[in-house]
């Protein structure tokens, strides 16, 4: 039997691109139910799960009315569509002349030749010589602060809840429950193990603030006399802080004028040490302190893409629901603690008495921004006239826009600036920037706001984007606020341009190459020579491993140290530690000295990292098992249960978040030693197998898990040989198409048992 998975309760995202374009043979959407879009405007048919979101949660409140929003997604289709189309057809028509390039010149690239030929056909130009960014409105945090960036999963609403909340965390809980703190981490509180943990709490108060004498483990009282902090040391007499002025906020307590918090301030960024001597905690520390709350995550990125799974209108309106809550501040996530349903929220705001004696509020929550889909992704849940697919960006520009005006207009919990944060993926070059621009400006005019009010977060992880990033903010430079860099997507867009030149180096090798190293820093120089500091942020990418915080302490200071001005983190907890980070790199030192340094590194990034020795069959064999490991583990995730973002062991069993960008490089590494003939198919196919058992192995705790041995027949399995064998036509390596086709043949079978299937259309062709 056959079903469709379109019904009332989700129309699935179309990923294919348009029918008149090339692109891989297996791109596919699914048949639709009339019944469940309904006519909304001239032309234009949404599904009614998202119509209802809309129209019944997104739209009260911001004064635009339904009709008004419904003709200006069908004007955004008739405006701007056909241009999307056109891009698209840009980037295949780029690609085929970059494989015969390569192809002509078989075993080298003459790089005079190259850089000319890439010039000539629109890849490459040469950048501006001054572009000044104008980005205005912003928020403080954005502009004027470097500090952590979490990213996290819209479509989970604890997990994006506890990330916004993670603007505070506490120091104590995060030293105490990871490996910062060497030894056992027992199950409830160890008084040992809580003394060394205050032994490290007093050591960063020591670097951060220092006493005038004295250290902070001898400190026995803190109290306030006038607009200093007095600090008694025991039998030793008193101290104070070497510098007065990082006293900056007290809150006492009614009953008595003690202090119950002590804010202290430093690079921008606060700490509040928690006194209680009533605690248990604070019982046995000399001072009462019981916690030490760091000011950690100043922004978080709320991610509907790589890290989400949106494949469906049910699951897009869990995303478009948990955005448009943050937005209003309403936002509630039920929970069961010590046997109790409770409600988890954004926290408040948090308020102290300066020494002057004014009131000094500080917010509870980050600031926040949405990442939406790339021009690439092609929606059904929104269908024209004769059953097209639409892009998908302009429902999500359309609605994460009209949910942030809310909070413009009203709300004010998120952007006191008066600013919508966006980021835009998968751009290549300047050309698309200016095209997102420019429909980002008719969403404005539609939703009634002010002109670059909707700003735009550039991610730098394409190849044409990173050799012409200049021009990319100058075309957006009244609305850029953010550029990022990341190693995964820029590698697995890297391998996919640079497919036909050669097999590629082993991915550990690419972490040296030449271009990665000019990737990074050609990303900090671009942004210091735009004047993005002051206006915006410089990232930096993730770090992967949530469980290895001590190694993460060792070594994500670098990004500060090459100049970024935000860094990802996997959690609250790695928030709240790698802040420590900012308190001892002064990054806006750091970039002044990287002003005047020599700019432009193009020609290192146009070097792939090709492989340039022979391997062994053992270095070949654990290559590909380190891959092949990797992408099952995600595949079984994000097909089997729908999760876009989780942490999956590797071959060693260390513990790695992962999203798609982990799946592209790992699908693209194997499918360019594929074709270049370093391994078989039947090796590849006997390695998944061989790495299907591990996997098994790996998830057998998870009552929820699938199996893929011992018949490896499983759509999950169907799902990871595709990912590799059709990676070389698979538009720009992306996984989207691929990952979005099985988890609706997921779904169906979940729904309908064995021997349904998911009916398809659109294999397009040139």
């Not at 405007?41 to 739209?59: M, N, P, S, Y």
């Not at 028509?93 to 010039?119: C, M, N, R, V, W």
């Not at 921008?268 to 001597?277: A, K, N």
């Not at 995964?488 to 190459?513: F, Q, Y």
Request: hydrophobic share 40%; proline share 5%; with cysteine.
């Amino acid at each position: 039997a056959t079903v469709s998975v379109l019904n009332c309760a989700g129309s699935p995202s179309h990923p294919s691109p348009p029918s008149t374009m090339k692109t891989s043979r297996f791109s596919v959407g699914l048949v639709s139910r009339r019944f469940c879009h309904v006519q909304v405007a001239d032309g234009l048919k949404v599904h009614k799960t998202i119509v209802d979101v809309v129209e019944g949660e997104v739209l009260p409140g911001t004064d635009v009315p339904n009709e008004r929003f419904w003709s200006g997604l069908a004007q955004l289709q008739e405006e701007f569509g056909a241009r999307n189309d056109a891009l698209l057809r840009k980037r295949a028509a780029i690609q085929t002349q970059i494989d015969e390039f390569h192809k002509a010149h078989e075993g080298s690239i003459p790089h005079a030749e190259y850089k000319a030929f890439l010039q000539s056909i629109g890849y490459y130009s040469d950048m501006p010589e001054e572009v000044q960014m104008a980005t205005a409105n912003m928020d403080p945090e954005m502009t004027d602060i470097a500090a952590p960036q979490l990213v996290c999963p819209v479509d989970n609403a604890r997990y994006i809840v506890n990330a916004a909340n993670a603007r505070w965390g506490s120091l104590l809980d995060a030293l105490y429950g990871t490996d910062v703190v060497p030894g056992a981490i027992p199950r409830g509180y160890c008084g040992q193990r809580g003394a060394v943990v205050f032994s490290e709490v007093h050591r960063v108060l020591d670097d951060v603030f220092p006493l005038a004498a004295g250290s902070w483990g001898l400190v026995s009282d803190i109290a306030a006399e006038g607009s200093a902090l007095r600090l008694r040391l025991g039998a030793s007499g008193e101290t104070a802080l070497a510098d007065p002025a990082a006293f900056v906020g007290l809150r006492a307590r009614a009953a008595d004028g003690s202090p119950a918090s002590v804010l202290l301030g430093h690079n921008g960024l606060h700490m509040e040490l928690v006194i209680d001597r009533t605690h248990p905690i604070g019982k046995s520390h000399p001072a009462g302190l019981v916690d030490v709350q760091v000011e950690a995550a100043l922004s978080v990125l709320a991610d509907a893409e790589d890290s989400a799974c949106t494949v469906d209108a049910a699951d897009k309106a869990v995303a478009y629901r948990n955005w448009n809550g943050l937005m209003r501040g309403d936002i509630a996530v039920p929970m069961q603690k010590n046997g109790k349903t409770i409600e988890r929220r954004l926290n408040e705001p948090r308020s102290w008495t300066t020494p002057a004696g004014a009131s000094l509020t500080i917010p509870g929550r980050a600031v926040l921004m949405c990442r939406n889909v790339g021009i690439h992704m092609y929606t059904d849940i929104v269908q024209t006239h004769a059953a097209k697919a639409t892009p998908e960006q302009f429902l999500d520009a359309m609605v994460t826009g009209a949910s942030g005006k809310y909070d413009v207009q009203t709300a004010k919990g998120n952007s006191r600036g008066g600013s919508v944060y966006l980021v835009k993926p998968k751009m290549h070059g300047a050309e698309e920037v200016a095209y997102v621009c420019e429909m980002f400006t008719r969403v404005e005019e539609i939703l009634g706001m002010e002109k670059n009010t909707m700003k735009m977060g550039i991610m730098d992880e394409e190849r044409r984007t990173s050799l012409n990033l200049k021009r990319a903010l100058h075309a957006a430079r009244e609305r850029a606020f953010f550029i990022n860099t990341g190693f995964l997507d820029r590698v697995g867009d890297e391998i996919h341009t640079s497919m036909a030149a050669g097999p590629m180096l082993p991915k550990d090798e690419i972490r040296n190459a030449p271009f990665l190293a000019a990737y990074e820093a050609s990303n900090v120089d671009r942004g210091l020579e735009t004047g993005l500091v002051g206006r915006g942020q410089i990232g930096k990418g993730m770090w992967a491993a949530p469980d290895n915080m001590a190694e993460m302490m060792q070594k994500k200071v670098g990004h500060l140290q090459q100049g970024a001005t935000v860094s990802w983190c996997p959690s609250p907890t790695a928030a709240t530690l790698h802040a420590l980070h900012y308190h001892a790199v002064p990054v806006r030192d750091v970039q002044a000295g990287m002003k005047d340094r020599v700019g432009c590194q193009n020609d290192t990034l146009l070097q792939p990292p090709l492989l340039d020795r022979t391997l062994t069959a053992e270095e070949i064999q654990a290559e590909l098992e380190c891959n092949a490991q990797s992408l099952l583990g995600y595949v079984v995730r994000w097909v089997g249960q729908g999760v876009g973002c989780s942490k999956v062991p590797d071959t060693k069993d260390v513990q790695l978040m992962e999203d798609r960008a982990t799946l592209r490089i790992s699908s693209q590494h194997i499918a360019n030693w594929l074709h270049h003939g370093l391994v078989s198919k039947a090796h590849v196919l006997a390695t998944l197998k061989k790495m299907a058992v591990v996997v098994d192995a790996q998830n057998a705790g998870d009552a929820e898990y699938k199996p893929l041995a011992p018949h490896f027949d499983t759509v999950e399995f169907q799902a990871a040989q595709d990912l590799i064998f059709k990676g070389v036509e698979t538009t720009n390596g992306y996984t989207e198409y691929v990952l979005a086709h099985y988890r609706r043949e997921r779904k169906a079978l979940d729904a309908h048992g064995p021997g349904y299937k998911v009916v398809a259309y659109g294999a397009a062709t040139a």
